[in-house]
């Protein structure tokens, strides 16, 4: 009777602040005991306490019994809790749940529609598969309950059944449908809620649903209803740009007249998805962009941080297609820019890709760096590191003019973001560059190397690291190009602590840079410079000798015994004769040297691998070596009789103990030969590739420019396969704080801002120097080292100064936009996928039909199928809409020969899609062409009448067409017709909409006056005393 | 749909917390601290969306809030909800709760979790928009609060006894208690 309730356990745990988790523990003991006694009040009062400290991130699990005893109480008081307890808890694995299929049951079918509705609101957050199956039927009578209420929460459950159990959805789906039309507007809400959540996933199985969805979006004032239904709209046009046309009327007409904010951004969006879908063609479509884009101006110029936003999110999806009617509104993008909201600076970031040109690109990246430097928050940061690289080389850089300018702020990058994630991505770029772009590989072999040497070493653990991985490929690589060759191999040799892949690159590349010197030591004929190189590398090298990682160990030690063997040869002469030549041999190990790392790299497109025939004889499926005897089949499948007969003897033989070491040995011996035989193999196949690809076109050779291009495939070959994926190449970064880089900075902060004036510079000469331009521009390609000052002469935009190798060789019928991951994307735990259930609208609208229209004869029925069926489209027809028209063609001549020929020549009959349920136009009465009003269908069987009437009407408006040559549109208006009466037969649509608009009146708070005064644990926190302020009015006009 | 419910106040500490997707508790606790971290470092005259919670979601959801006094009201959703919807539910949900516990405050959050759940449950079921007419739920609560009371009618009141009992303050009560003043009832007697 004492024991604490919440409050006393709630009040304890506020005075126990210091202790808490021991006053806990303490009150958990105490529950415990509570548990166990027989009174089900101090069990509920104990469950409730329960779900307190659940919310403090306790595991309750343990309880799990005694929570359903809880839920099982037959007073409401402790159902509640119980199912409260439950849905915080309990999860679809819960074993327990099996215990709580029959009570459940019993709640749904309670008298009282509060235990119903507790239990559904319980069961939705817990339910699972074992209970959707069980559960499905109770809960589908309860779509139909006479309680609203119930009817609400049933269909929402629903949805929660069929992403447990998809086998509920078919049989559930024509009642689902029926709810759309409920006369509650929250169960239509609730349904267009649980149909929009299933469309989501699987567009294509609802478009059937279109018609319906359209009457509702037309008719209806609840703002969340229509929200929902545009928003599915949306998902579906891409399937059906046919929708697309219907559908840019209305929502425009929403544009305008609407006063509520987040219906207006949703409609934008719809118009925006559909614009996306039929965007080719369509040329007087350009309005409804403009609207769009007007409205979201209006909406990103407010002062509502939250429209900003919003606005800003929807205009990059104009960006996509409609870039242009984007760039008008650059200065307001670029202005969002700074400001002080970061959501708000990261959607402007997103838009930036489509604002940038050859003109504006350096300023832009200037911009984006000032950013950097004054962000806080590292979230943000790396996401302005990704974009400035994004813009960069968007479109094969596109934009990027000067290169040397790019490498500039790649370095500037890494010195600013040294805590940054994005280590890899600008190792990327770096390698990328250097390899794409060869004119600029002097530059940048020079930075790199002043990265490497000044980059600082830091203790914290970021991937930055992975930029000394590309500095000390770049450098090795391209060392031909370095202006000290000898110092750069001396940084290289420096200790350092790094990750090891770092380190290996680096004793790879000290080898490169080892062999350009040795050679350039042979054309001096220096051999005390050779000989001083040896030992000064051999004696460096002893330090990643003693690495612990094992490639750099490996690496150090085949490099020091490759350069041992070379200083072996030099030694010997030394013996001799004093000439000072060097020894032939020695010439020898030094050119075959040179060869290792001679041959150029080029791109290699991501599936450049399927253009690589696949050889003759290779079978990719045969066993190399054949699996373990063990499996009788394995052996020899072909000498079935043998094979028993050699099993039994080794069974024997097993059993004997003797002889069996004969056979053992005998097949061991068959296996290892096969492994023998691998190595040989292995080398002939690998010859014979040599030669094929040597004379296969489509294989990717150096590029016949390249000076090295007379070194033999095979080195060539040697060298592409090390580096077979560039991605893997590490990266270094480089320091800027070096003589020769303090000379580039004088008079301008940034060093990548020089390029910055110097473009604009050029650009105010421009004119002028338009006659010297073209003589130039020639000049540029040959001595680009020289070019960048003049390369912003152009006058309109600047010339590219640097021109990058965009080739990459890829398969014919491939494209690079063909994502080879397209199955990865499947989430195989996605529930949806299984609900992907096509829904043939037409199998569950006859039978239903054919039981009311009990008069209607057979024939009709038949007809009635027929056409139902036509309006379901399955996806074949969605992909060729042409297709879909010719069956639905072929079909009316089934039905009508003469409508045939009126359909066939009247080449732009709009689909049936919409044509049912389509907009109640006001208007469209005032054409005058409806026959068939006067037929005034009751409520119950409108549809039937509608379908009836569709047949004749479509004859009509094929008819009326010929006669009139109207456009499009005025077809859209004449179907219309009939539904505007359907609506009119409709007192339930107007009376909801009429609620509707009573529901979304704001409330204003609040006579202060009427608080109550005595509050007993107000007392302890004047804090917690401040009111919530909610007086504000929201935004939203609901 | 929406994915997550949470209330906390200015310090982190959560008031509510409604998960429509399953987390063991200690991830709770974690999406509630790192929830926490994202908003509360945001001015109160930035917009009220925010991507990236790394624990809950990924691209596809956004953290909608709103900053009223001490707490903070934050929806996980993904993109098949609208902000500005999403943001006006927010507001129906503390407008609810204003009008049923009469000028809402921190600690009628606290004190009351479990009513709170179950006006919430009202508002939302499993993630999905139930009802956003204020009028309509305060009518549900309403009547399953009468439901409650009838059931309570009689076993009720030995707890309300209780409650009366745990909340009287005895110390002061019997300082309160006045008895007669002795000396002069002393002096009054005569023998």
Not at chain 1, 12 to 35: F, H, P, S, T, V
Not at chain 1, 480 to 489: C, F, S
Not at chain 1, 614 to 627: F, K
Not at chain 1, 913 to 938: E, H
Request: proline share 5%; aromatic share 6%.
């Amino acid at each position: 009777m004492f024991d604490k309730n919440l409050t006393d356990l709630v009040r304890g745990i506020r005075n126990n602040k210091d202790n808490e988790a021991k006053y806990i523990a303490q009150c958990i003991e105490e529950i415990k005991q509570e548990l166990r006694q027989d009174n089900i009040n101090v069990k509920c009062n104990a469950v409730a306490k329960l779900t307190y400290i659940q919310m403090l991130g306790y595991d309750i699990s343990w309880a799990g019994f005694n929570i359903i005893e809880v839920m099982s109480s037959s007073r409401f008081t402790c159902k509640r809790i119980g199912y409260l307890a439950a849905s915080q808890c309990f999860h679809p694995d819960s074993e327990l749940l099996m215990l709580t299929t029959n009570m459940i049951r019993k709640d749904l079918n309670s008298q009282n529609q509060y235990d119903a509705g507790v239990a559904l609101s319980g069961l939705s957050c817990f339910i699972s598969p074992d209970l959707s199956r069980d559960l499905a039927n109770d809960i589908m009578t309860l779509m139909s309950s006479t309680k609203p209420y119930l009817r609400m929460k049933a269909v929402l459950m629903m949805y929660k059944v069929f992403l447990r159990y998809p086998e509920a959805l078919r049989p559930a789906f024509p009642k689902l449908k029926e709810k759309l039309e409920d006369p509650d507007p929250g169960v239509q809400s609730a349904a267009v809620n649980v149909i929009c959540e299933l469309a989501r996933k699987n567009p294509k199985n609802y478009l059937p649903l279109a018609p319906v969805f359209f009457k509702l979006m037309t008719t209806s004032t609840n703002n969340w209803m229509l929200i929902k239904i545009i928003k599915l709209f949306g998902a579906l046009t891409p399937l059906e740009p046919r929708l697309g046309k219907k559908l840019i009327e209305p929502l425009t007409n929403l544009i305008h007249s609407t006063s509520a904010m987040s219906l207006l951004y949703e409609c934008i969006n719809t118009v925006i998805a559909v614009l996306i879908s039929i965007s080719s063609g369509m040329p007087n479509h350009s309005a409804s962009i403009q609207l769009c884009v007007q409205k979201l101006r209006i909406l990103i110029v407010d002062s509502d941080q939250n429209l900003k936003y919003l606005g800003l999110l929807a205009m990059s999806k104009i960006l996509k297609t409609h870039p242009k009617s984007v760039q008008t509104h650059k200065d307001l993008i670029l202005a969002c820019l700074d400001d002080k909201d970061e959501s708000i600076r990261l959607r402007a970031l997103d838009l930036l890709y489509g604002m940038v040109s050859k003109k504006n690109l350096m300023e832009i990246v200037k911009r984006l760096l000032g950013h950097m430097e004054r962000a806080e928050g590292s979230a943000y940061r790396d996401e302005l590191l990704y974009k400035v690289i994004e813009i960069c080389a968007q479109s094969s850089y596109l934009y990027v003019t000067n290169f040397e300018w790019y490498m500039t702020v790649l370095v500037e990058l890494i010195q600013l973001e040294a805590g940054s994630k994005h280590g890899r991505l600008i190792a990327e770029q770096l390698l990328d560059v250097a390899i794409r772009v060869p004119v600029v590989r002097q530059f940048a072999v020079n930075e790199m190397t002043n990265l490497l040497d000044t980059f600082a070493v830091s203790t914290q653990s970021n991937s930055m690291y992975e930029v000394l991985y590309a500095a000390a490929w770049i450098v090795g690589e391209f060392s031909g190009e370095l202006a000290d060759t000898e110092r750069t191999l001396n940084i290289l040799l420096r200790p350092r602590k790094l990750p090891g892949h770092i380190q290996g690159v680096y004793v790879q590349n000290v080898i490169k840079l080892f062999a350009r010197l040795a050679t350039t030591c042979l054309e001096l004929q220096d051999m005390p410079g050779i000989v001083r190189l040896c030992d000064h590398v051999l004696e460096k090298l002893q330090h990643f000798n003693g690495s612990n990682d094992i490639e750099v160990q490996e690496r150090a030690n085949s490099a020091c015994m490759l350069i041992e063997m070379l200083r072996k040869q030099l030694t010997q002469p030394a013996e001799d004769a004093s000439t000072g030549s060097i020894p032939p041999m020695a010439i020898e190990i030094v050119q075959e040297m040179a060869l290792l790392f001679a041959g150029e790299l080029i791109p290699v497109a991501p599936k450049a691998q399927r253009k690589v025939p696949l050889p003759d004889g290779l079978d990719l499926d045969e066993w190399i070596n054949a699996p373990p005897p063990d499996d009788a089949s394995s052996t020899s499948s072909e000498h079935d009789k043998d094979e028993l007969f050699v099993s039994a003897a080794h069974d024997g033989n097993d059993a004997t103990g003797g002889g069996g070491g004969g056979n053992g040995s005998h097949s061991g011996g068959k296996r290892r030969k096969s492994l023998e035989l691998t190595p040989e193999q292995l080398e002939r196949q690998r010859m014979a590739r040599l030669i094929e690809q040597s004379n296969n076109p489509h294989y990717l050779k150096s590029t016949p420019s390249s000076a090295s291009a007379a070194i033999g495939n095979s080195s060539n070959n040697s060298n592409a396969d090390q580096y077979d994926n560039i991605d893997d190449i590490p990266i270094t970064e480089l320091p800027l704080d070096i003589e020769g880089v303090a000379a580039l900075r004088v008079g301008i902060t940034k060093r990548s801002d020089k390029y910055l004036k110097e473009q604009q510079e050029a650009a105010a000469h421009s004119k002028d120097a338009k006659k010297k331009h073209k003589k130039s521009k020639k000049s540029k390609k040959s001595k680009n080292k020289v070019a960048y000052n003049s390369s912003s002469e152009s006058d309109a935009e600047p010339k590219p100064l640097h021109i990058v190798n965009t080739t990459l060789d890829m398969p014919e019928g491939v494209t690079l936009s063909d994502s080879e991951e397209k199955d990865g994307k499947y989430d195989p735990n996605d529930p949806h996928r299984a609900l992907d259930i096509e829904l043939d609208m037409a199998a569950f609208e006859a039978p239903a039909r054919a039981s009311k229209t009990a008069s209607a004869s057979k024939e009709s029925v038949t007809a009635q199928i027929g056409l139902a069926a036509s309006e379901s489209i399955d996806p074949e027809t969605v992909a060729m809409p042409s297709k879909k028209e010719k069956k639905s063609r072929e079909k009316a001549r089934g039905e009508h020969k003469t409508r045939k020929a009126q359909a066939q020549s009247q080449p732009d009959s709009v689909p049936d899609l919409i044509d049912t349920g389509s907009s109640p136009c006001r208007t469209a009465t005032d054409n005058g062409i409806n026959n068939n009003n006067n037929t005034a269908p009751s409520h119950a069987d409108h549809s039937q009448h509608l379908k009836k009437k569709k047949r004749e009407k479509r004859a009509h408006k094929s008819s009326k067409l010929l006669n009139d040559e109207s456009t499009a549109t005025t077809i859209g208006s004449t179907t219309i017709i009939d539904v505007g009466e359907t609506s009119a037969a409709h007192p339930e649509g107007d009376v909801s909409a009429a609620v509707d608009a009573k529901v979304h009146k704001k409330k204003h708070k609040k006579d202060k006056s009427q608080h109550k005064e005595k509050r007993t644990h107000k007392s302890p926190a004047s804090e917690y005393e401040q009111p919530m302020g909610i007086s504000t009015p929201s935004k939203e006009m609901f | 749909m929406i994915k997550a419910i949470l209330v906390f106040n200015n310090h982190g500490k959560p008031r509510l917390s409604k998960f429509y997707q399953y987390f063991d508790e200690n991830l709770q606790q974690q999406i509630i601290k790192e929830t926490f971290q994202l908003v509360s470092k945001r001015d109160d005259n930035v917009c009220n969306f925010l991507e990236g919670g790394s624990l809950i979601g990924g691209s596809d959801y956004k953290l909608i809030y709103r900053h009223y006094a001490t707490l903070y009201f934050v929806f996980c959703v993904d993109s098949s909800e609208s902000e500005l919807g999403i943001l006006d539910l927010i507001q129906v949900f503390v407008e609810t709760l204003d009008k049923c516990f009469e000028n809402v405050c921190e600690l009628d959050l606290i004190f009351h979790a479990d009513a709170v759940h179950h006006i919430l449950s009202e508002l939302v079921m499993g993630g999905m928009v139930l009802q956003t007419n204020m009028n309509d739920i305060i009518t549900r609560i309403e009547d399953q609060n009468k439901l409650i009371k009838q059931e309570s009618g009689i076993s009720a009141a030995p707890a309300r006894a209780v409650s009366v009992v745990k909340s009287m303050n005895i110390p002061q009560q019997i300082k309160d208690i006045k008895l007669p003043d002795l000396p002069q009832a002393i002096k009054d007697l005569k023998f």
